[in-house]
């Protein structure tokens, strides 16, 4: 569609978005002005779905009330209370029910799943992941490799952009694979980048790496809640996310895990485990044996924590009513429409390092602004924009379909413009 750059234009745009209800269904962090911030920093954390609050007074309410009890008599159960969010989580990644779980955090996550599938045998010791990989990612690989005996001078490798380019090329990982695909034991990739917003294609690396006998995880942190993510056709080995970012459900909250279902009745894979991954008819006989749940229930470790599941029901109750496929569907107009107007800002001065083509992004873009330091983002922070800095000229913003509207992005233009 050919966007306009004036205000009428975003208010009409909203009027004709059939998702714009769903603001009203969260907290939006008001400017000092008394005004809505521009908030844009749903890739960091989501906002508080307003419905949180009671879902969460109803389960203190049972615990009030019940004790103990509650694990058979609340209200939703406590004993089963992770199963009452596998189904739209599922739905949300593109998995199979029994492919998915929520528990524990994510780099938690990620070293049990490199328990599991991170072997290094013989030459095949080597992780690789993509460059600018996340922090956190990067130190868990680096242990793992370290807890095997190995050294991550020469066992970790990252798949680079080309000097002329911000993102890596599927060309150049197939050049890696070529040369080192017979030491490589795992692709570890984040399928969302944090920093440049790239989706990768999740399928065609998976394939790529699986015709040379490697795992394959993608850390879905930046991916889960913002694109379609189609893990079980992805043919991943596994993957993990968060659910504080795209998935509203609060600071810290649990996070999410995928086994493909390959693997569902392999006993025999190396595993952590604890008392909630084991059969549930028989948890509570205390057999020695350790017995697993079938799927990805058979990774986890612990009772889970109810008050942080609490907020993901809530939060997953607002993407079952909207839709994911809806959200997706405004998600990649918003971001189209919030490029557009910032092509027509300043070609020169601002330059879009996130891929061009939505189905290469999710609703993120990173904007690297020439000549600009840390004093233009405070700026617009002082105007009401709630965003994202990365040295060294780096702001992430992420127009958020569940509660972001076509107007916020016209403001945020409008105040970048005014202190450019
Ligand atoms: C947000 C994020 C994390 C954070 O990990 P936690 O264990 O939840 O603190 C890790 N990896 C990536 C790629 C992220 O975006």
Redesign the pocket.
């Given at each position: 569609m050919t966007y306009k750059t004036d205000h009428n234009f975003a208010l009409q745009l909203d009027q004709e978005d059939s998702l714009s209800r769903f603001r009203e269904s969260f907290h939006i962090p008001k400017h000092k002005d008394g005004t809505d911030s521009i908030y844009l920093c749903g890739n960091s954390l989501g906002l508080q779905p307003r419905q949180t609050k009671d879902f969460l007074n109803k389960e203190l309410e049972d615990w009030a009330n019940l004790g103990v009890e509650g694990h058979f008599h609340a209200k939703h159960p406590w004993m089963p209370y992770h199963e009452f969010l596998t189904e739209t989580t599922a739905q949300i990644v593109g998995a199979k029910p029994h492919e998915v779980v929520i528990m524990n955090?994510?780099?938690?996550n990620l070293h049990l799943m490199m328990v599991s599938f991170y072997q290094p045998k013989g030459n095949r010791t080597k992780i690789l992941i993509e460059g600018d990989a996340?922090p956190?990612?990067r130190y868990a690989v680096a242990s793992q490799i370290k807890f095997h005996g190995g050294d991550p001078e020469t066992d970790l490798i990252t798949w680079q952009p080309r000097p002329s380019d911000h993102t890596p090329s599927f060309e150049d990982l197939e050049v890696i694979l070529k040369n080192q695909g017979d030491e490589i034991a795992l692709v570890m990739i984040?399928a969302v980048n944090?920093y440049t917003g790239q989706l990768f294609e999740l399928k065609k690396i998976a394939d790529l790496c699986h015709s040379y006998g490697i795992m394959v995880g993608y850390?879905c942190?930046?991916g889960a809640g913002n694109v379609d993510l189609q893990l079980h056709d992805s043919g991943a080995d596994f993957a993990v996310w968060?659910t504080y970012?795209y998935m509203n459900a609060g600071p810290g909250s649990l996070?999410g895990c995928f086994v493909h279902e390959r693997h569902a009745d392999n006993a025999d894979l190396p595993r952590f485990t604890g008392w909630w991954g084991h059969n549930k008819d028989t948890r509570f006989k205390m057999r020695d044996d350790f017995e697993p749940m079938r799927g990805a229930e058979g990774w986890q470790l612990s009772n889970p924590p109810i008050l942080s599941m609490v907020a993901i029901r809530a939060s997953l109750d607002l993407f079952a009513q909207a839709g994911f496929e809806n959200l997706r569907e405004k998600s990649i107009k918003m971001t189209n429409y919030l490029e557009f107007l910032l092509q027509e800002l300043d070609g020169d001065r601002i330059s879009i390092i996130t891929p061009s083509d939505s189905k290469d992004r999710g609703c993120q873009l990173s904007l690297a602004v020439k000549n600009a330091d840390r004093s233009l983002f405070d700026a617009i922070t002082a105007k009401g924009v709630i965003a994202d800095w990365r040295e060294p000229d780096v702001i992430r913003i992420a127009p958020v379909p569940l509660y972001n509207n076509f107007e916020d992005c016209w403001r945020f233009v409008d105040v970048l413009k005014s202190e450019l």
């Open positions: 955090t994510l780099t938690t996340f956190s990612d984040g944090y850390d942190a930046h968060c970012k996070g």
